[in-house]
T-cell receptor, first 111, second 113 residues
Framework: GIQVEQSPPDLILQEGANSTLRCNFSDSVNNLQWFHQNPWGQLINLFY???GTKQNGRLSATTVATERYSLLYISSSQTTDSGVYFCAVDEASGSARQLTFGSGTQLTVLP | EAQVTQNPRYLITVTGKKLTVTCSQNMNHEYMSWYRQDPGLGLRQIYYSMNVEVTDKGDVPEGYKVSRKEKRNFPLILESPSPNQTSLYFCASSLLAGKHEQFFGPGTRLTVL
């Protein structure tokens, strides 16, 4: 099956700093999503981005499908951005049954 | 509001006592799925459903049952829960399987003593 690798595994920032999270995947995908898991465990949809670039406030994401990676940018980070960020993909060559998740980036934003 | 709902959100139970975690979506989605999340193991799919009366096993189906009698509902049934089923469970749905965004419920924290 498809492999999804996220980096860095852990990231500690001071409030106001910018950051870039990376997601590499090993095969072509139909679907790529970024999620934020908050401290209460909820998975919040950030972006549905199988290709191209999208922006939503302080967050933006870019997926280069031909090179099999996606980037999540967080600008002017806030303490409420803390949590785990997951990249998840749906393999194009598979039976399109499930999202395969990366292991996540644990982000801590200090006040 | 378009959403996926799960109930209960938290549950502590004992080994062997049958339980059902409900999942409902109001977006007329055909595809629904259950995942469990465990430390060090990430999110793994339990079962999925491509449409009403169509269900299939995911990666970790042992000890679970599902049914899809209506498009909006996809309950997860634990006939005889065991401590290794202690986990955080998520229900998800999308318009169709594959090239569509998946939406996740708020999660159900289950503890089996």
């Amino acid at each position: 099956g498809i492999q999804v690798e996220q980096s860095p595994p852990d990231l500690i920032l001071q409030e106001g700093a910018n950051s870039t999270l990376r997601c590499n995947f090993s095969d072509s995908v139909n679907n790529l999503q970024w999620f934020h898991q908050n401290p209460w465990g909820q998975l919040i949809n950030l972006f549905y981005i199988p290709s191209g670039t999208k922006q939503n406030g302080r967050l933006s994401a870019t997926t280069v499908a031909t090179e099999r990676y996606s980037l999540l940018y967080i600008s002017s980070s806030q303490t409420t951005d803390s949590g785990v960020y997951f990249c998840a993909v749906d393999e194009a060559s598979g039976s399109a049954r499930q999202l395969t998740f990366g292991s996540g980036t644990q982000l801590t934003v200090l006040p | 509001e378009a959403q996926v709902t799960q109930n209960p959100r938290y549950l502590i139970t004992v080994t062997g006592k049958k339980l059902t975690v409900t999942c409902s979506q109001n977006m007329n989605h055909e595809y629904m799925s259950w995942y469990r999340q465990d430390p060090g193991l990430g999110l793994r799919q339990i079962y999925y459903s491509m449409n009403v009366e169509v269900t299939d096993k995911g990666d970790v189906p042992e000890g679970y049952k599902v049914s899809r009698k209506e498009k909006r509902n996809f309950p997860l049934i634990l006939e005889s829960p065991s401590p290794n089923q202690t986990s955080l469970y998520f229900c998800a749905s999308s318009l169709l399987a594959g090239k569509h965004e998946q939406f996740f419920g708020p999660g159900t924290r289950l503890t089996v003593l």
